[in-house]
């Protein structure tokens, strides 16, 4: 048979024929496929992702599928370990020491929250043979075998700064540790003939006359129980003690103390102290029920509603307060003032102050 020859598809019955199916199915193809994209898009619009995003992360599928582990591995965190925070400030200390010359002796003074509580003297001096001061010494005592007081005795002829400090780190430490002022307390050692200042049963200081109050009153009794007074209200605001362990309660003569004035009735010149804290809402000797706040005072035998005007030598205030309490019996002291009216007077730090009280009706 002979090869025909066409110049043109159309001259083709069959190839044309073929043709046509070719292009119907490549054409029906392109159509599903751009169905398929037209939907993909329309769902990942209907999610909030672009359909760019889904193009591109068919595309690396592969690769993240390789690299993705079976499973996720969990990391359990430990329990926070608690540690002290850093830079924390220390406990502020309340005592300090003071070096300074008394009567051309060494002495240290002890400071409790800006307040002088006590002196610590140095040994005295004497002229030798060349004109030149030589400290005397004092006895020495074995102190083997020897009970803590006896040893506190044997160490007042340590330098006074030694004493001193050893004090102001032991009253720091009962305030860091949150003491209980109320167990400050003073004794009379009649064997020892000394006073003794101790915090819950342990020795705190033994007063001398190497070791005073810094602004004595002219009574050892006074001075102790005044420098007892002045620890309890810087540690923690104690009431005042008006009484000395083991010592017999002197006998108080009020008449020795007046002194007729003319525009008042008499007057009376001692040491006031100021109780409140502890007995608030109590009742008072005359039967009231006591304020701490109330301008009243404790006095030993002025009549009940007595009004007297007190004034602090220290500093020249006055108020005037009304007696319903009995009190103080010790200490020599003259006047127990309530606490708010030691507030006006500028009682509260000291404790006791030098008054003066002039008995009006």
Known sequence: MGLQLYTSVSECPFQWTIMKQKVLV??????AANTCLLSAGKASQSQGVPTHQIESTSQTLPDQQAT???SPILEIPTAPTLEEPENQPAAEAISKVHAHKVSGRDAVTVYV???PVITFLGAKSTLGASGEKVA????TI???NQSPLDLAIAQVSQDPIVRATALATKLNQLSQSSFDAKLVRVSWKP???VYVIDADKELLVVLGKETVLPNSTGSSARDALKITNLMRRQLGNAPALVSIVGQPKPVWQPNSEWVSTGTVRFQIKGEASWYGPGFHGARTANGESFNQYAMTAAHR???FGTQIRVTNLNNGRSVVVRINDRGPFSGGR??????GAASQLGVISSGVAPVRIDVLR
Do not use: E, G, M, R
């Open 142 to 144: 074995p102190l083997q």
């Open 68 to 70: 993705v582990p079976a």
């Open 26 to 31: 490549s054409l029906t193809a392109i159509l």
């Open 334 to 339: 003259v006047l127990d003032l309530s606490k």
């Open 136 to 139: 005397t010494t004092a006895k």
């Open 191 to 193: 064997q020892k003939k």
């Open 301 to 303: 035998t002025l009549p």
């Open 113 to 115: 929250k800006d307040i």
